[in-house]
């Protein structure tokens, strides 16, 4: 085993959105860091941020209705929805500057403006989504959103849910017209290709990482295997980023870090209808989504979309959420026994028992037939016909579970950062909003982990040049989420 000999200041574990998002911040604030990324297969971006791998949509909340829940008494939760959607508008502005400076190409590459529609039937569902518009467009982060429940106009705004449908049917929609379809396996690619021609930064693909020592002089060994010849190295670093996707939670149980103790993983894997036929594609130019059936997980309610993939527009149903004990696509089905241990062995066991309806649900879903995934698609494209579309295996998704002190172990959707006590390693867990909050979730690292750069003049007015709103609210703000706003839809090219 060989002991290189100088130091990273920064060692990136994996090339998915994240690593690259991390790597390119960091180095736009201080371009003298020396940044090594390993990555276990042979492409960046073959995982989950590929876009055959994930459903693309660039998270706003102008569409998803999971963001904005009802509570009993009928009362509309907007927070979640607000948080995103500002989060989103990081995402456009980071792209926008990088896009600027040329180190992004052309924004068409990996950004298109593609409406985002949430379509719902039946009385209550209408009220409900009338309801929430009504209160989502006070907020200038939703203004241009429109409703409507004439199936004229949804018919015009999304021909191919109102084909077929009884003329008595409830339907209501909203439309955002400036929502996007994100490539985020072309955007991750990008930004480490400009990343890798900068001074001091460095990609190993087929590189596994396998563990990690921290010594007194605070510097990081990492074990690392190259699985061509499988000799192993260690590579020493200042600072470590866990951005390994389903793998994070191995890797931060290996780095022996006392605040990553207790975390379980959950899997839920995810399945797409490709549409084959370019004439019914032609007809589709949205994404819609609708509400989540009864015991579905939030992040899992199928929508129709289009996508722009390998150069071309495609129709997408899905993902169809599933069960599979993998924790990454090109994974072992051994992970999730492989995961547990001793610290949370507990917590898994309990976050189980409470969630033993959703567990039914996905083995519910993976047993679907054709005809049945047919019939989902129909509740939002009444007369799609099964000739036009085959499956397709999309990414796998990990959840977090998590030590709870009342009921032993709780499952949770989000997205959460771990980091060791000094700041000089953090992994990224969990699966959703995801990709599209990559810019704010890594921003949010770079606080945590860099305090004093973060808080020194330089970083800050750097910052500002990156995201013109930083430090203040669009939401709170009708002229600053105006003005930025078409700032970042100009340069993207992707003005409604
Ligand atoms: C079905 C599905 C639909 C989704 N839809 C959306 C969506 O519409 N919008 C959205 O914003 N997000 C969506 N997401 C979430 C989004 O795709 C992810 O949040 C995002 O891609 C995660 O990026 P990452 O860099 O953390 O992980 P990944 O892209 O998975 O990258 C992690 C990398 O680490 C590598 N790795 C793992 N272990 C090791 C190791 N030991 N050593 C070296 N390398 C390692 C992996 O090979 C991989 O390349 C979806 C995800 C799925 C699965």
Redesign the pocket.
């Known amino acids: 085993m060989t002991d290189s000999d100088s130091i990273a200041d920064v060692v990136l ?9 991390l790597g390119t911040l960091l180095k736009k604030l201080d371009p003298s860091l020396s940044i090594k990324i ?4 042979d ?8 876009a055959w ?7 706003s909340a102008f569409c998803e209705l999971n963001y904005t829940p009802q509570a009993e008494d009928g009362t509309i939760d907007l927070s979640k929805a607000l948080r995103i959607a500002e989060q989103f508008e990081q995402s456009k502005q980071l792209w926008a500057s990088l896009v600027t400076s040329g180190d992004l190409p052309d924004a068409k590459e990996f950004i298109r403006k593609v409406p985002h529609i949430a379509f719902v039937s039946g009385a209550d569902n209408v009220q409900f989504l009338q309801s929430r518009f009504e209160q989502l467009v006070q907020s200038p982060l939703f203004e241009g959103m429109q409703f409507s429940t004439d199936h004229a106009e949804l018919a015009d705004w999304a021909p191919l849910i109102m084909q077929g449908r009884s003329a008595s049917e409830a339907v209501a929609a909203t439309r955002m017209g400036i929502g996007n379809d ?1 490539n ?1 396996g072309k955007l ?1 690619r990008a930004l480490l290709k400009s990343l890798g021609e900068q001074a001091g930064v460095e990609s190993f693909f087929g ?4 563990d990690f020592r921290h010594k007194e002089d605070g510097v990081w060994r990492i074990k ?1 295997r190259d699985l061509d010849s499988g000799d192993d190295q260690i590579v020493r670093s200042r600072f470590v980023f866990i ?6 939670l ?2 931060l149980d290996a780095s022996g870090i006392e605040e990553g103790e207790g975390y379980g993983g959950f899997p ?5 209808l490709r549409c084959t036929n370019d004439a019914v594609i032609a007809q589709h130019e949205a994404k819609v989504y609708g509400k989540a059936a009864i015991g579905a997980p939030p ?2 309610v199928p929508h129709l ?1 289009t996508r722009w993939i390998d150069g071309k527009r495609q129709l997408l149903f ?2 169809y ?1 599933g069960f599979s004990t993998k924790f ?4 072992s089905y051994l992970d999730l026994l492989r995961s547990l241990d001793i610290d949370n062995i507990l917590p898994v066991l309990y976050a189980g028992a409470a969630n033993l309806d959703l567990t039914q649900y996905l083995i519910g879903q993976v047993m679907l037939d054709k005809e049945e995934r047919m019939d989902m698609l129909r509740v939002y494209f009444p007369d799609a016909n099964d000739d036009d579309w085959d499956a397709h295996i ?4 990990v959840q977090i579970i998590k030590r709870d002190k009342d009921k032993g172990g709780r499952l949770q959707f989000g ?1 959460e950062i771990v980091t060791g006590k000094n700041g000089s390693i953090a992994a ?1 867990l ?9 810019v704010a979730i890594m921003l949010g690292l770079i606080e945590r982990c860099f305090p004093e750069q973060v808080a020194s003049a330089d970083w800050q007015a750097k910052l500002k040049q990156l995201f013109p709103s930083y430090n203040e609210s669009m939401a709170d703000n009708a002229p600053l989420c105006a003005r930025v706003r078409a700032q970042s839809l100009e340069t993207l090219g992707i003005k409604s």
């Open positions: 574990v994996g090339a998915g959105i994240m690593s690259a998002t390993f990555e276990r297969l492409a960046a971006a073959a995982e989950s941020s590929d791998n994930n459903a693309g949509t660039g998270h994100v985020f991750t590189a596994e990482v396998r690392i951005g390994a996707g389903g793998g994070a191995e890797l839920v894997s995810g399945q797409f992040m899992s979309d899905g993902p959420a990454l696509k090109q994974g999309a990414g796998q998704r997205t990224l969990g699966a959703s909003p995801g990709a599209s909050t990559a």
